[in-house]
């Protein structure tokens, strides 16, 4: 139930003491993609929040860059403006294949199409995947969250300390220059502190799997490679000459680089990586002088696959890298990350709200940590998939990889054993189905994990647990997509036959369901799935603020009151819907 600070504002009160505290609903601690996506998510419910964040200034470094189509779902419904990070992002002819070369301008040795990013995949999702630098995607985060007069902000301040009792979460606050932390209290805090996450220290909560795979030095510089490329054009470099063996990430062949170089854990020391080494290593990596190259700067990167052994402790809640780790093949990541707390925003508000039992706040691991799993063993194998690659190229003796290579080189894309190679990998650059088709269900979880399921393969479902799938309808003489048009507050009903009967029974329930009945306020969704075999004696659908599938609801003369109210009592863990409180 809501406690004494006010949901709907972030103030600092004298009221419990002779100390002054900061009260907020919720405090995110970390201005990242999943941190601002979650502090619009609660804005949407109606909850205000604060951001912490230890940065000052945004970090200029690209770090991901694919923001696929599920993340951009999210995002369209929460007020960022998507055109602009289409405008931002790598152009799809661009950025729309992965190359395997010797050297950049070296023998090309073939190419893989990256992800989907044609209009074929709207089919499935009303928006292509985007390749946007993350400092241009949190930007565009930034510019939506300062439109939301609920959210405050505040750079320069680390978190150092939290104390939870039976209603909130107190956090000492340091800010650069400070004489004194901040008391900060509010009812929730989630940890959005990134992968090295002190919050998930002060917890005690260790990571699960391989923490070192790989080291690396991302070394991000300026460059017009555009005439280098011009007849390979890709987002990703894979540079298989031994003397380079790297990745380079062209955020713009024009201007905007970055050159992943392998190196040992006691190399990853800046200091080794000044100005001039780092131009030899993109010459090398190049294979051909360039006369302009612009270092930017230098960060170190260790690959690991890790996953939270706990998302929740009390009131606080693990939330993108601070919950998982992944290798970047795959690019899921951030994506999972905005699925975090897609998940834990709309719990915390129906929890606050009343219409939820605080129970429901645990299925945020139950839900989201078998997802995380799944993804990371999925880009674990993508990177060891890779090995299968250097297998042929280097052969299995060091002593002759130099000969093997060079032959390999003479052979360029006219092996047919080197075109299977590359051919395998393709699984690392189209995961459509990690992407759109996870299951909240516990069954459908432990199969995801089967090594026999095609990761590229998505076929929309309507079983509980999964997202309802995109289609295309008109809506007031515009088409659009059904997911544009759900509400992101509160339930939803689409009703497929017994429209008055469904209204009634949403009339005597006192909680925030919206019903949309085809030819009503959208037209098209029946004539869409008029041969989806799950819809056959399928009279209605109960969607979650998620987009996920609460309930389905077949043709019956059973009562529709009861019916909804068991699905709604399961779900919100609450025996007593009477007692929620209706929002707008």
């Known amino acids: 139930m809501v406690g004494e600070i006010d949901l709907a504002k972030s103030e600092f009160s004298n009221s419990r003491s002779d100390k002054q ?85 070296g023998v090309a040795f073939g190419h893989l199409p990256y992800e989907r990013q044609d209009d074929a995949v709207r089919e499935f999702t009303p928006y292509p995947l985007a390749n946007i630098s993350q400092p241009n995607f949190e930007r565009e985060l930034s510019n939506a969250v300062d439109q939301r007069p609920d959210i405050s902000v505040l750079h320069g301040f680390t978190c150092t300390a939290i104390q939870q009792d039976e209603t909130g979460v107190t956090a000492s606050i340091d800010g650069k220059g400070s004489s004194a932390p901040l008391q900060v209290r509010c009812r929730y805090l989630l940890a959005a502190d990134g992968a090295s996450s002190r919050i998930r220290g002060m917890l005690d909560i260790s990571m699960e799997g391989p923490e070192a795979l790989q080291h690396f030095m991302a070394i991000h510089f300026h460059a017009d490679l555009s005439t280098c490329v011009k007849n390979n054009p890709g987002i990703l470099y894979f540079l298989m000459d031994p003397e380079v063996s790297a990745t380079m990430i062209a955020f713009d062949h024009s201007d905007n680089w970055v050159l992943m170089h392998s190196c040992t854990e006691e190399e990853q020391d800046t200091a080794l990586f000044d100005a001039a080494r780092c131009t030899t290593l993109i010459q090398r990596a190049i294979g051909m002088q360039v006369t302009d190259i612009r270092v930017r700067n230098v960060n170190p990167w260790t690959m690991s696959s890790q996953v939270a052994e706990h998302y929740r402790s009390g009131r606080v809640f693990l939330v993108g890298d601070a919950a998982h780790r992944f290798p970047p093949t795959g690019g899921l990541g951030l994506n999972t990350g905005i699925g975090d707390v897609q998940n834990i925003t709309w719990k915390i508000a129906a929890v606050e709200r009343g219409w939820a039992g605080e129970s429901l706040l645990d299925t945020y691991q139950t839900e989201r940590k078998p997802v995380a799993e799944v993804n990371s ?89 999964k997202s309802l799938p995109h289609v295309w309808v008109n809506n007031n003489y515009q088409r659009v997509s059904l997911l544009q048009i759900l509400p992101v507050d509160r339930f939803a009903m689409i009703a497929f036959s017994d429209h008055s009967e469904w209204q009634s029974a949403l009339e005597q329930l006192n909680l925030p369901i919206y019903l949309l009945a085809d030819g009503d306020s959208f037209m098209g969704v029946a004539a869409a799935w008029s041969d989806a075999p799950e819809l056959a004696d399928v009279s209605a659908l109960l969607i979650r603020p998620d987009r996920h599938i609460a309930a389905v609801f077949a043709m019956t003369n059973e009562s529709k009151l009861e019916r909804l109210r068991g699905a709604l009592t399961a779900v919100l863990f609450n025996s007593s819907l009477e007692s929620a409180q209706e929002y707008v």
């Open 21 to 105: 505290l900061f009260e907020t609903p919720v405090l995110i601690v970390g201005a990242g993609p999943a941190g601002q996506m979650a502090a619009l998510m609660l804005s949407y419910q109606g909850i205000a929040s604060t951001i912490v964040e230890r940065r000052i200034e945004r970090s200029s470094a690209p770090k991901a860059h694919a923001v696929n189509g599920r993340t951009l779902e999210i995002c369209a419904t929460h007020g960022v403006d998507i055109d602009r990070i289409y405008e931002l992002a790598t152009p799809a002819e661009q950025g729309g294949f992965v190359q395997f070369m010797s050297t950049l301008s």
């Open 377 to 465: 063993a999925q880009s674990l194998n993508n990177a060891m998939k890779m090995f299968e690659l250097f297998a042929y190229l280097y052969g299995n003796d060091p002593e002759n990889a130099a000969e093997r290579f060079n032959q390999a080189k003479r052979e360029g894309s006219g092996s047919i054993a080197l075109q299977q190679a590359i051919e395998a990998q393709r699984p690392h650059f189209d995961s459509l189905r990690l992407q759109l088709g996870y299951s909240y269900d516990e069954v459908d979880q432990r199969n995801e994990l089967s090594e026999a399921v095609n990761i590229s393969e998505y076929e929309p479902s309507f079983k509980v647990g």
